[in-house]
């Protein structure tokens, strides 16, 4: 290979390199965006400013505000489902210490992260197939933990259980209606008992 054609491969792959370094930085700035002031503080204009680039680049990467926030709840579901998929694949933990940690995954998502939390939980106005596939993964991760607790041909059954109360629990919460007072309980002690009883369910199938 001539140093011609080696000036030009380089040229292309500093120019990808450079792409994917304003795409990290966009999604970054529109995730911070989204945790102080939730999706109507994330504009286009005001992302690409924090991430410190040209005023053109953000419409090059997204089309829109919405296309951003769907790549924005898109990583927020591979992170869960790699959260997920570590303590499926960790042979220290029972299958429901595993459980557990899925669980509350999800409550403390929507602790930490309430805009974040309801962005995931809604239909995406960006490109439903994008956040689709990672929450198809994380979904395929969960139900493999459920169905080691009770077996295949009830996982599906349960983990649709279990994940309606966990994001009960989590919204719940988010919204100020699990108070102490009230209720006196806790998220994670709601969470500890729909872990103990599809322990108990598993038991006995």
């Known amino acids: 290979m001539d140093d011609a054609v080696n000036c030009k491969v380089n040229v292309v792959v500093s120019r990808a390199e450079s792409a994917a370094v304003t795409r990290r930085a966009l999604l970054d700035a529109a995730a911070e965006f989204l945790d102080l002031g939730g999706p109507d503080a994330v504009t286009l204009r005001e992302v690409g400013a924090r991430a410190g680039v040209t005023r053109g680049a953000p419409y090059r990467h997204f089309a829109d505000k919405n296309s951003l926030l769907t790549a924005v709840a898109t990583e927020g579901w591979g992170r869960v489902g790699d959260l997920v998929h570590a303590l499926r694949a960790d042979p220290a933990l029972s299958a429901s210490q595993k459980l557990r940690g899925a669980l509350r995954a999800i409550t403390s998502l929507g602790r930490d992260q309430p805009h974040l939390h309801r962005m995931m939980c809604s239909?995406?106005?960006?490109?439903?197939?994008?956040?689709?596939?990672?929450?198809?993964r994380y979904r395929h991760e969960f139900l493999g933990i459920v169905a080691a607790l009770v077996g295949a041909q009830n996982a599906g059954h349960y983990g649709a259980l279990l994940l309606a109360g966990a994001y009960g629990i989590a919204d719940m919460e988010l919204s100020g209606h699990l108070a102490a007072d009230t209720w006196h309980t806790t998220a994670d002690e709601l969470v500890d008992t729909l872990v103990r009883m599809v322990t108990d369910a598993g038991a006995t199938t």
């Open 123 to 136: 239909a995406p106005a960006g490109d439903p197939a994008a956040a689709g596939r990672p929450a198809a």
